[in-house]
């Protein structure tokens, strides 16, 4: 978010930042690491970036988390590497309205976790985790906004002090003091000769900037902010974007704290044990008062003012500005650095009057053809259509995926680490990457002819095509020819585009209730494709083909789909696991509110079928449960995967419209803000009268937040005014008891609130009435329901591990149940102890069934070499295994003998990053399937490397009766290598082998040894003591 102080000086500060870039608009070469250029590749077909730092990042600025994942397949074709959410956490005052106009709530979190019951505006954890598991489909990445700086205010009126703190906040922190920086600061000093980032009223990291201040040095806050990334990686973020992260200081300031490492890294650490490398970058504004290197040794981080100053030259028509290479965070990176042409606070800020918000559409997409240009990740940031639609609509402005923007983000996915060149000619701004491809803007005005020199980028002579409009350019003699289109955006390039084969399939596997399933197959970059259901006869289509599965088939029994497609090259396979199972009994809850009336209708339609419903909307009229104490609705059998929105009237209803209704499996209830399985109400056992003793039970109708009774009578009054405090016995009927000494003559009783709301003098009935109601005024019987009992079912292997989560049956005592051993995938059933069938008892009754697992087919480990391709990169290689799907890699580390998962991949080879030179790494490659395994994991089958590259590249490694054949590129000028056997435990070379050729092998070699090996181009003189430097690491396969 940005303040309104640093809004106060922009002017100021971005006209320095113009005069500065106006000085230097000298040819750039953006700076790329060696181990980014060519080596982090992308794997699918839309040609998406794997690091997120190498892409460019879609804002989905407000959008749900549902709308997001139904716009997944056009956000990939569109070439987003990554999609950013708004903030999880719950927002200040969502009840009050949920316009775009309110977005500032979600930048004034009351949670450090996600907001509890899911958000009240983009959705719940599920909707969350289905957005995840779809991005994972196309190789998009999600990152998660977070706000860990300060929490809602209550008006912001005050400064850092306990007033301020909404009373919405979380108590957990909330009532700590010592989770806030409370030191009376009401401002913050953004004056560039007072920037102060330590224990100052005034201070960057101290003061008052709007919103109550945490103290982000205290473990309790910290600790609060890393469970909310765990939370959001265990759902399936890929990476998050730290608001306001200039207000939080670092260990390197003044009165610094470890904030930013403990944060940082232990989300990394626990991401990376799950498989994931997250990409973190904290939104920087301006001058952060420290030196970037600060921040970057953590994360990446936004440069606003490049981004900004480049749009406002776009703006002025002034192409000598808009073209400077100039960033303000120089000697990083480029991974390191956000550029933007826009961003939500320069749009919206300040009720929709941002410095961006005059700023034409097309000319932030000229601003966005310049800055995704380049060799930086760019976040693109989508418009609200209509600020007065409700937060979660995705917005109907569509320029997000305008055809020039769509080829800008291509370019910049296909020239990741490639050089640069910017430059300007009259009113054309360019960008060539790779002396083969230029991008080109008309800064004033949009179709033009152009002929200008290009001499100084070097791009090469030759005929490219405009992937925009398909013109042909030329260039020649260093001379550009071609036509700009209608947008003013060229993007002129001849890409190699690589689309594999797939099969696009409608439901991919799962469980179902209905009789039978229809799943409709397309083709996607083939020409043919086969499917095989069970044990049918395979058959070939070649249009879109709609298939019935699962007809034939008894409960608890699963039957396999499995596709293939072609192009004529490649070819695809993939399997999918239908299970048919019994029809749940969807019934939906809700306890609403008084102010919604008694008229409460529910809509049911399923998500998975268009169009299939209970009825017109608003749905079918509830009706109210006594027992539940709840409107209760039983959903149609026919609706399989339902999802509900309760409906009073256009203000009372859940979720908000355009909000997609909740997911329900079995029975549900919202409740106290909430939606979760619905339990039946268990009573506690209540204690036993004593003698002389009556019982008075009072109906809470008025909602009293604490319910008293003062009891009096001929022998006096029991307690002092109001009285004693009434045990709640049922708290969804909101039933309290008290026990009244009827025979020592106490026989008159009040029943208050503690804070002068009250009954009238009551005199305790001597009938059977017990209960006094306070909405009727009047006494009845009550009689306490039966107490219910308990059936656990446990479902463990022969060695104890649970299987599937346990389950608790309840019902009143005396009634009958009856549980079954299920089919479990992957097992089979062996025993069961306890009784199966019988009848509730006061008692806990545990029924525990047993399962044997099936056996896995054993898998043969490969042969595996590694070798270090750079000081910090590493290259690990291996043989396809016969029966392998894929493999999974493991990281190895010695001094511990801990062995880590990391990632899983199809193909035969894999390199790893950013690897500090000098070190030794391990590695381990385990090949997999979906019924086999192969038992290597450990340190025998482990591999090394040490991070110091030699001066040879090996090409490959076989193995065969026995020996070891390497092979190398040939280095120029050499004409004689030398071969050495490396034993590492004792740091010696052997004799070399001197060979003429670029081979050379190795005989009686023994299967599942590890060998190591170091190819020279001269004679070393010095045997023993080797350092490790360049050896190549070889594990042969077990026989």
Known sequence: MINKKIRQMLCAILSLAMFVSMINITPYVAKAETDEVTESTSTNSYGLRDNVGEGVILHAWNWSFTNIKNNMADIAAAGYTAVQTSPVQRPKEYSRSSSQTGWWKVYQPTSLSFSPGGHPWFGTKDDFKAMCDEADKYGIKIIVDVVANHMANNDGKKGNCREDISSQNDSTYRDDDSCWHLNGSTHIDYKEENLYRGNSQTSLTRGFGGWPDLNTANSKVQQGVLDLLKECIDLGADGFRFDAAKHIELPTDPDGSNFWPTVINGANSYASSKGVTLYNYGEILDNPGTAISNYTKYMAVTDNRAGNNVRDAVKDGNAKNASSSYTYYSGQSAKN?????????????????????????????????????????????????????????????????????????KFHNFYSGKSEYLGYDGSIVYDVRNKNGVVLVNVNGNEKSVNFSISATGMADGKYIDQVTGNEFNVSGGKISGKIGSTGIAVVYNPVVVKDPSVSVSREGGKFSTESVDVTLKLVNATSGTYKIGTEAEKTFTTDTVVNIGSSLKIGESIV????????????????????????????????????????????????????????????????????????????????????????????????????????EGEMIYRDGTWGPYEKLELPDLPVVAEGYKRVFFKNTAGWSKVKAYNWGSAGKAKEWPGTTMTEYDKVHKIYYIDVNEAGGYTKIIFNDGNGTQTGDLKVPSDEKNMYTYSSSSWSVYTPPVTNGKVLVTYKDTKGNTIIDSKTLTGKIGDAYEVNAPIIEGYKFVSVTGNEKGTYTKEDITVSYVYEENAVEELKAPLVWVRAKSNTTAVLTWDAVEGATGYQLYKYYASSGQIVKSKLVTDTTATFYNLKKGSTYRYIVQPVSDTAVCSNVSKEYAVDVKMNAGKVTLSSVSYANNAVTLKWNKVDGVNTYYVYKYYQSSKTLSSPKEVKTNSCKYNNIEGGKACRYLISTEKLTKLNNYSGDGVISILTPAK
């Open 337 to 409: 650095i956000v550029l933007w042409a826009e961003s939500h606070d320069t749009y919206a800020n300040d009720d929709f009057t941002g410095p961006s918000h005059g700023v034409s559409q097309s000319n932030v997409n000229k601003t966005w053809a310049i800055v995704a240009s380049r060799n930086f990740p760019a976040l693109y940031y989508i418009r609200p259509s209509d600020t007065s639609s409700n937060m979660g609509t995705a917005s109907k402005n569509t320029s997000w995926k305008n055809k020039e923007i769509v080829e800008v983000n």
């Open 561 to 664: 789909l499995k596709v293939t497609a072609t192009d004529g090259t490649k070819n695809y396979e993939k399997q999918y696991t239908f299970t048919k199972i019994e029809k749940a009994n969807n019934v939906a809850y809700i306890d609403a509110p008084s102010s919604w009336g008694s008229t409460i209708y529910c809509y049911v339609y399923d998500k998975n079928v268009s169009g299939l419903k209970n009825a017109k909307f608003p749905g079918v009229q509830m009706t109210y449960d006594e027992e539940a104490g709840a409107y209760k609705y039983e959903i149609p059998e026919e609706i399989t995967s339902p999802r509900v929105i309760f409906y009073s009237s256009d203000s009372h209803r859940y979720p908000l419209a355009e909000e997609p209704g909740l997911d329900i």
